[in-house]
C-alpha cells in the first residue's frame, strides 16, 4: 500500500465554505484495495486548482469519479459537494459538472448550430428561442454564421470555441479541464487558455484543471495538487 | 336514333338483324341438343357452397418440379380469386408423399380440424395412403357441377385409380401417358420396344437415362419397362404376392443389370427429376429421353428449352397412361374454397387453358361430347405443336398396375441400383 | 447506518437495477433456447421417445435402424471427408493468400470484393459453379470442340460426383470470402505488419515470414470461425442437394430426405441420422483440435531452424491463383445464371445463347412476389430483433461494465458450431408433439439464432471502438444516456449499424433449412423457392431465382454503403469511415 496523494487532508473534513464552489471531502479511489488517489480538497467560485501528475496517477480516473461515469473496478468513498449540495450519489446527468478534453469532442453528426443546441438546456423552450441563444452564442466567440457548418471544416482554434461555448450553454456548476489546450499549436494555446479562463471566472465556476503542462499550471494561478505515480 | 329505327330505314342492316336472330336461334337449340353443359347446373347446394368458400384461403398442395405447372395454378389461383373470392396458396411439393406424411402427423396429433393440406394433386401409392387410412373427406367428387362434363360412367379410368376405386373422394384433373422424344437432327430411327432400345444403348452408350426412382417418372418407366418384357402383364392388375412377384418381375431386372452401366454417367447418378431430362437433351449430354406428358416436348419448344428439331414417339407395345387426381384430406381447413377451386379446374376454359403447350400442354380429362360447341372449339382448335402426336397416333393405353406393384418395384430397385448397390 | 457515511461509494445506484443489465443474459438466451430444446427435440426420438408417434419408452430401436441403412458409412464418410477438405482447402487458401499478399494494393482491391461475395447465398453461388462445372457448362463450352474435338459433352458424373468433389468446390468458392474476413479482422487486433517487416528485416522471405510470426496470432483469433465453417461444410444441406451426389446422398440430405417421407416412421431414424451428424461433427472438432497441435508443434520446430525461404515469388504466384479461382467461380457462376435467365434457345457447345429474352423473367415475376415478400418480411423481423438485442447487450455492456470479450464471445459462435440439422430436426419434432403451428414466427426465431451472431459480430467492433469521451461530453451537459444513445452514439454509428444489418439480412436471405425445416415447408423464401427448382433442372428459371435471391442479399448492402454517404453527405468528420 502506497498512499500518495498531496497535500496531507486537514482535519476539518466539512468547512462552512463548502455551501459555494466544489469541495472533495476525504475523496479516496482505490483499486483492487490500492489507494490510487486520496485527496481533500476546496475549489472557490471562479478560482482554478490545477492538479498535476504523470500519466497512469489516476487523473482520469478522478474526473471520472467527479463526473459520475466511474467504472465499478474502482471503490470510491468521500463526498463531492458542489454548491453546499453532495453530488455523490446523484446520476452524472444531474451533476452539472461540466467537462472539456483535449480534443474538442464536436458531434460530427451534428452541424456547429445543433452541436451548441445539444448544449441548451431543455428548459429554453421553443425553436425561435433557441436558435437565438444559439445565434447569440455564436456570436459570442466570434463565429457569426456558422450554424450550418460542418465541424469537420472548422478550424483547430475555431473548434475549440465552439466546444467551450457548448459546454458553457448548459449551465454547468462546476468545470473540468482534462487537458484542454495539449491538442493546440503555440500561439492558440495561450488564447484558448485565457478564453477558457476568463469565462469560467465570470461565470464564477469552480475549475479542477488537469494537466502536465508548466505554462497551464502558471496560467491557473491557484491551488496546485502533484499526485505522484502509483507503480 | 335508335337501332331499331335505323334497321327499318336500311334494308340491309335489316338483314344483318335476321342473321343475327337466326344465330341466337341455332346457340338455344344447340345447347337445347346438349343442355348438360350449356348452363354451369347451378342447385341451392353449391350456392350454399359458393358463399361459405368466400374469402377461404386454399392451400393447394401440388407437385412443383415444373415451373409451367405452377405457372398454370398461379393462373387458376387468380381465376378463381377473381371470379369466387377464394384465395390459393400453392405449396410447392418436391414430391407428393411431404403431403401425405404432414395430413398423417396431423391425424397422429389428433388434428382433426384446421390441418395444412386443403386440396392435394395425388395418385397411386399416395391415393391408397390417404384411402385406406380413413385421411380423405367425402364422398364429393359429384357434388361439383363440372362433374358431369367428365362423363365418368364411359370412362373407367377415371374412377379408378392405379385400380383403386376413387369412391367419389377424388376428382381427376389430368391425363398423363408415357411418351418418348428424341432429338431428329441427331437420331432418325428411335428404338420403339424395349428390346430395340437396349440394342440401340449398346450401340449408343450414356445417350440415355431415366428420372431417379421413387420420382414417379422413373417409377412409370420401370412398369412401363416391365409390360414390355414380362409375359404376365395380366397379373399386374391384381396385387402383387410374394408368389408371383420375383417370376413377373425377373425380365425387367435382368435388363436393368444388363443395361445400366449403358446409361448416362453409367448409371452411377439419375436425373433428379423429369423435366431435368430436357436440360441433358438440350445440352446433348442425351439423345433420348421420356415424358408423361404427351404435350411436354411441344412445350419446351416454345420455351426454347427443346431445340425445335425434337419429337415425340411411342412404343409399339403400348404406353402406361394414368390420370391424377384432387382430393380433400379429412381435417381441411377450407373445404369449400377447395371445392370450388376443383371446380374450376375442372372447366373447359382451365382445362384447355392447360391443353395449351405454351402453358402446360397436359391432356383434358373432359368428355368433349358432353361440352358446347363454343366449349369444344378451345379444344379442337388448339395448335398442340409439331413435336406433339395426334390423340389417334398414341396406341394402345396400359393401365397401371396395382400400387403394390409400385412399391415393391421401388424398394427392390433401391436394393439394386440405388443406395444399396 | 451502520458504515461511517465517506465509505459510501461515490458511483450513482440508480441504473443497477436497470432492466438492461440483463440484456447479455436475453440475448444469450434467445441463441440458445432454441437450439437446446431443438437438440432435446432431435435426442429424444432418437433413443426411441417420441410420444405423438407411438414412441414411449426409450430403445436402441432408431438407432440400430440407422446403423441398418445401407448407405449410412458412406453417407457418413462423406460428411467428414467433405467437411474436413474443404476446410483445409479454404484455411489454406486464405493463409496463403494472406501471407504471400498482406498490405498490397491486390489484398485491398480482394478486400474490396469480400462483401458483395460474402451476400451471395450458398444456394446461388452452388448453381453458379454447376453450371461452370457441369460437363456441358461453361467451361467445356468454351473449349469445344475446338480444342477438345468433343461433339457431345464428355459423360463424366459432375456435379453430383460420388467423392462430393464438385460439392467442395461449391463450398470453398463460399467459405474463402468468409475466413478472408475474419482473418483481417483479426489482422487488426495483431502488429502484423509490424511483425512481419521486423521478420522481413532478419532476411525472411515474406510469405514465410508471416507464417511464422503472424500466423500463430491470427490463428488463435480464427480458431472459431475455422471450426463454424468444419461444421457447417460437414453438414451443409441446400449446397449438397445441388451439388452433391445422390446415391447416397451426404447424410444431412439424407435426413431432410427422411423428414419429409410419408412413412412416419422415418422421423425416428432422421432423428437418429441428426444426432449421428451431431456426434460426427463433435468427434471431427475435437480430432482438428489434436492436429491443430501437432500441426503447430512441427511447424514450432520448422522456425526453430531458421530458415529463410526468400524465393517464394512461386509460391505467391500460386496463392494468388488459388485464392482467385473462388472467387472468380463465384463472379463467372453468376454471370451465367443471369445469362441463362435471359436465355433464349442455347445449344452446347455454343458459348451464349442463339437468342436472348425477356420471357422467362415476365413468366415469373408473378411467382417471384410472394416469396419476395416472404424472404424480406422475415429478413427484416430477424435483423431487426438481433439489432436491438445487439445494440441493448452492447449498451449494457457499456453502461455497467459487464465484461463480455473474447472468453465469452466463444459462446456466441456455439449456434454456428452445431450444426443444423441436429437441432433444426427437433424443432419440427417439438411443433409436431406440441400442436404448435409452425409458421412464418417460428421461422424468423430460427433465422434469429443465425443472424444474431453475426449482427453482433460485426456491430461489437465499430461499437466498443467508439470514442466514450462523447458520451462524457453528452452527461456532462445534462444528457441521460438513453437521449445520448439515440441522438449521439447511434447516429454516429450508422454506417456500422446498416452493414450489421445487411450481414443479418443477407444471412437470412440464404437461410435454406431453418425455413424449410422449422416451417414445415409452408414458409416459401427464395432460398426455398430455388432449391426446389433444382431437382427440375431448369437453368433459365433457376437463374431467375439465384438472381432474385443474390439481389435480395446485395441490395441491403449497397444502401449500407450508399445511404450514411448520403446521409452524411455534409458531414466530412463521418466520411472514409
Redesign the interface.
Known amino acids: 500500500m502506497n498512499p500518495v496523494y498531496s497535500p496531507p487532508h486537514p482535519d476539518t473534513?466539512e468547512g462552512s465554505d463548502d455551501a459555494e464552489g466544489l469541495a472533495l471531502?476525504?475523496?479516496?479511489i482505490r483499486l483492487a484495495g490500492k489507494v490510487l488517489v486520496d485527496l481533500d480538497a476546496h475549489i472557490a467560485p471562479g478560482r482554478i486548482l490545477t492538479i498535476m501528475g504523470p500519466s497512469g496517477s489516476g487523473k482520469s480516473t478522478l474526473l471520472?469519479?467527479i463526473?459520475?461515469?466511474?467504472?465499478?473496478?474502482f471503490?470510491?468513498?468521500?463526498?463531492?459537494v458542489l454548491d453546499g449540495t453532495d453530488i455523490?450519489?446523484?446520476?452524472?446527468?444531474?451533476?452539472?459538472?461540466?467537462?472539456l478534453?483535449q480534443?474538442d469532442?464536436l458531434?460530427?453528426?451534428l452541424s456547429i448550430g445543433a452541436n451548441l443546441a445539444?448544449?441548451l438546456?431543455p428548459a429554453v423552450r421553443g425553436r425561435s428561442a433557441r436558435r437565438e441563444r444559439v445565434v447569440r452564442a455564436l456570436a459570442d466567440i466570434g463565429l457569426e454564421g456558422f450554424e450550418n457548418r460542418?465541424?469537420?471544416?472548422l478550424s483547430g482554434g475555431q473548434r475549440a470555441r465552439v466546444a467551450l461555448m457548448?459546454?458553457l450553454?448548459?449551465e454547468?456548476r462546476a468545470l473540468?479541464l482534462d487537458e484542454p489546450f495539449s491538442g493546440l499549436d503555440a500561439a492558440l494555446r495561450d488564447h484558448i487558455r485565457e478564453l477558457v479562463f476568463s469565462r469560467a471566472r465570470e461565470r464564477r465556476l469552480p475549475v479542477l484543471l488537469v494537466t502536465h503542462d508548466e505554462a497551464d499550471a502558471r496560467a491557473a494561478a491557484g491551488d496546485r495538487i502533484e499526485l505522484a505515480h502509483t507503480d | 336514333m335508335t337501332p331499331l329505327k335505323v334497321a327499318r330505314n336500311h334494308p340491309r342492316c335489316a338483314r344483318q338483324s335476321v342473321v343475327i336472330l337466326i344465330g341466337l336461334l341455332q346457340i338455344v337449340l344447340v345447347s337445347g341438343r346438349t343442355p348438360a353443359s350449356a348452363q354451369p347446373v347451378v342447385n341451392a347446394e353449391w350456392v350454399r357452397t359458393l358463399d361459405a368458400a368466400r374469402g377461404q384461403t386454399v392451400y393447394f398442395h401440388a407437385w412443383a418440379g415444373s415451373t409451367h405447372i405452377n405457372a398454370y395454378i398461379a393462373w387458376a389461383g387468380r381465376e378463381v380469386e377473381k371470379r369466387f373470392g377464394v384465395r390459393v396458396e400453392h405449396v410447392k411439393l418436391s414430391d407428393t408423399s411431404e403431403a401425405v406424411s404432414r395430413i398423417l402427423a396431423e391425424k397422429t396429433a389428433g388434428r382433426t380440424e384446421g390441418g395444412a393440406v386443403d386440396l392435394v394433386w395425388i395418385n397411386g401409392e399416395n391415393f391408397r395412403a390417404l384411402k385406406e387410412n380413413g385421411l380423405l373427406y367425402g364422398p364429393w367428387a359429384e357434388t361439383i357441377p363440372n362433374w358431369r362434363l367428365l362423363n365418368a360412367p364411359d370412362h373407367r379410368e377415371l374412377t379408378t385409380d392405379f385400380t383403386i376405386e376413387t369412391d367419389g373422394l377424388e376428382v381427376p384433373w389430368s391425363r398423363a401417358q408415357m411418351v418418348f422424344y428424341y432429338d431428329s437432327a441427331r437420331i432418325s430411327d428411335p428404338p420403339r420396344t424395349i428390346e430395340a432400345l437396349e440394342a440401340w444403348l449398346v450401340e449408343h452408350p450414356g445417350r440415355f437415362t431415366y428420372p431417379l426412382p421413387p420420382e414417379f417418372l422413373g417409377t412409370t418407366f420401370l412398369k412401363q419397362a416391365l409390360y414390355g418384357l414380362t409375359p404376365y402383364a395380366h397379373e399386374l392388375a391384381a396385387p402383387a404376392t410374394d408368389a408371383n412377384y420375383d417370376r413377373v418381375t425377373a425380365p425387367l431386372w435382368s435388363f436393368l443389370e444388363r443395361v445400366t452401366p449403358l446409361l448416362w454417367r453409367q448409371g452411377r447418378a439419375y436425373p433428379q427429376s423429369g423435366p431435368r431430362q430436357l436440360q441433358l437433351v438440350a445440352d446433348g449430354e442425351i439423345d433420348l429421353a421420356i415424358s408423361f406428358n404427351p404435350g411436354e416436348a411441344s412445350a419446351a419448344i416454345s420455351r426454347y428449352e427443346l431445340p425445335p428439331t425434337v419429337r415425340t414417339y411411342v412404343m409399339n407395345y403400348g404406353s402406361l397412361a394414368n390420370a391424377s387426381f384432387l382430393a380433400i384430406p379429412f381435417n381441411a381447413s377450407a373445404t369449400e374454397g377447395a371445392k370450388v377451386v376443383a371446380n374450376f379446374l375442372l372447366s373447359p376454359e382451365a382445362q384447355a387453358h392447360k391443353l395449351d403447350p405454351e402453358v402446360w400442354g397436359a391432356e383434358t380429362v373432359l368428355d368433349l361430347d358432353q361440352l358446347s360447341a363454343a366449349d369444344r372449339r378451345l379444344f379442337e382448335t388448339m395448335e398442340r405443336g409439331a413435336a406433339t402426336l395426334p390423340p389417334d397416333a398414341l396406341g394402345t393405353r396400359l393401365p397401371e398396375p396395382h400400387p403394390s406393384w409400385t412399391e415393391r418395384l421401388e424398394a427392390e430397385w433401391d436394393a439394386r441400383f440405388g443406395v444399396g448397390r | 447506518m451502520g458504515r461511517p457515511f465517506w465509505s459510501r461509494p461515490v458511483t450513482p445506484r440508480h441504473e443497477d437495477r436497470s432492466p438492461f443489465r440483463y440484456a447479455p443474459l436475453v440475448m444469450l438466451g434467445v441463441m440458445f433456447v432454441p437450439v437446446m430444446a431443438g437438440l432435446a427435440g432431435t435426442m429424444l426420438p432418437a433413443i426411441g421417445y417420441f410420444p405423438a408417434l407411438g414412441g414411449d419408452s426409450i430403445s436402441p430401436g432408431p438407432i440400430m435402424d440407422l446403423l441398418r441403412w445401407p448407405g449410412f458409412w458412406r453417407a457418413s464418410a462423406l460428411s467428414v471427408t467433405t467437411g474436413v477438405g474443404v476446410t483445409i482447402l479454404s484455411l489454406a487458401i486464405v493463409i496463403l493468400f494472406t501471407a504471400a499478399w498482406q498490405g498490397t494494393r491486390l489484398f485491398s482491391a480482394a478486400e474490396r470484393l469480400l462483401s458483395p461475395l460474402l451476400s451471395v447465398p450458398h444456394a446461388a453461388a452452388a448453381f453458379g459453379v454447376a453450371f461452370l462445372l457441369a460437363p456441358s457448362g461453361w467451361m467445356t463450352r468454351v473449349i469445344s470442340p475446338w480444342a477438345t474435338s468433343w461433339t457431345t459433352p464428355p459423360d463424366v458424373l459432375i456435379p453430383q460426383d460420388p467423392w462430393g468433389l464438385t460439392m467442395m468446390a461449391g463450398l470453398v468458392a463460399k467459405e474463402v470470402p468468409f475466413l478472408l474476413l475474419m482473418t483481417i479482422a483479426a489482422l487488426g487486433q495483431t502488429e502484423s505488419v509490424k511483425s512481419r517487416v521486423i521478420a522481413q528485416s532478419l532476411g525472411y522471405g515474406r510469405t514465410w515470414a508471416w507464417m511464422t510470426v503472424v500466423l500463430p496470432r491470427v490463428y488463435e483469433q480464427i480458431r472459431l470461425p475455422v471450426y463454424a465453417v468444419l461444421a457447417y461444410a460437414m453438414s451443409v444441406v441446400d449446397v449438397a442437394i445441388i451439388l452433391g451426389p445422390n446415391a447416397p446422398a451426404t447424410l444431412s440430405a439424407q435426413v431432410v430426405s427422411w423428414m419429409s417421407d410419408p412413412d412416419l416412421a422415418l422421423r425416428f431414424r432422421a432423428s437418429a441420422g441428426a444426432a449421428a451428424q451431431l456426434g460426427l461433427v463433435g468427434v471431427t472438432l475435437i480430432l482438428w483440435r489434436m492436429a491443430e497441435l501437432s500441426v503447430g508443434c512441427v511447424a514450432r520446430r520448422w522456425a526453430y531452424r531458421g530458415r529463410r525461404m526468400q524465393r517464394d515469388r512461386p509460391l505467391r504466384v500460386g496463392a494468388l491463383v488459388a485464392a482467385a479461382m473462388p472467387i472468380a467461380a463465384v463472379l463467372v457462376g453468376l454471370l451465367s445464371l443471369a445469362v441463362w435467365s435471359l436465355a433464349g434457345f442455347w445449344s452446347w457447345p455454343d458459348v451464349l445463347p442463339s437468342s436472348f429474352t425477356g420471357t422467362t423473367w415476365l413468366r415469373h415475376a408473378s411467382d417471384l412476389r410472394d416469396p419476395i415478400l416472404e424472404t424480406v418480411r422475415i429478413g427484416l423481423l430477424a435483423v431487426g430483433v438481433s439489432l436491438v438485442l445487439t445494440i441493448v447487450t452492447l449498451e449494457a455492456e457499456q453502461r455497467f461494465n459487464l465484461n463480455l470479450t473474447t472468453r465469452r464471445l466463444g459462446l456466441l459462435y456455439a449456434p454456428l458450431l452445431v450444426p443444423q440439422v441436429a437441432f433444426l430436426v427437433g424443432l419440427q419434432t417439438l411443433a409436431l408433439e406440441s400442436g404448435l403451428d409452425a409458421g412464418m414466427a417460428a421461422v424468423t426465431v430460427a433465422h434469429i439464432v443465425f443472424v444474431l451472431p453475426y449482427v453482433f459480430l460485426s456491430m461489437a467492433g465499430p461499437y466498443r471502438a467508439w470514442d466514450d469521451r462523447y458520451a462524457t461530453i453528452a452527461t456532462a451537459m445534462g444528457s441521460g444516456s438513453q437521449r445520448t444513445l439515440w441522438r449521439i452514439r447511434l447516429p454516429m454509428l450508422l454506417g456500422p449499424l446498416l452493414v450489421a444489418a445487411a450481414i443479418g439480412f443477407a444471412v437470412s436471405v440464404g437461410q435454406y433449412l431453418p425455413t424449410l425445416l422449422v416451417g414445415a415447408g409452408r414458409v416459401q423464401t427464395l432460398t426455398t423457392e430455388a432449391v426446389a427448382l433444382a431437382s427440375g433442372g431448369d437453368r433459365r428459371v433457376i437463374g431467375v431465382y439465384a438472381l432474385s435471391q443474390t439481389l435480395a442479399a446485395a441490395v441491403p448492402f449497397m444502401v449500407a454503403i450508399a445511404l450514411p454517404r448520403f446521409v452524411w453527405r455534409h458531414r466530412r468528420g463521418l466520411q472514409h469511415r
Open positions: 473534513t471531502r476525504r475523496l479516496c471520472s469519479v463526473i459520475g461515469t466511474t467504472a465499478p473496478a471503490t470510491v468513498s468521500g463526498r463531492i455523490s450519489h446523484l446520476p452524472p446527468q444531474k451533476r452539472r459538472v461540466g467537462i478534453f480534443d469532442m458531434f460530427p453528426h445539444f448544449g438546456p460542418d465541424p469537420a471544416t457548448r459546454m450553454l448548459a454547468p473540468l
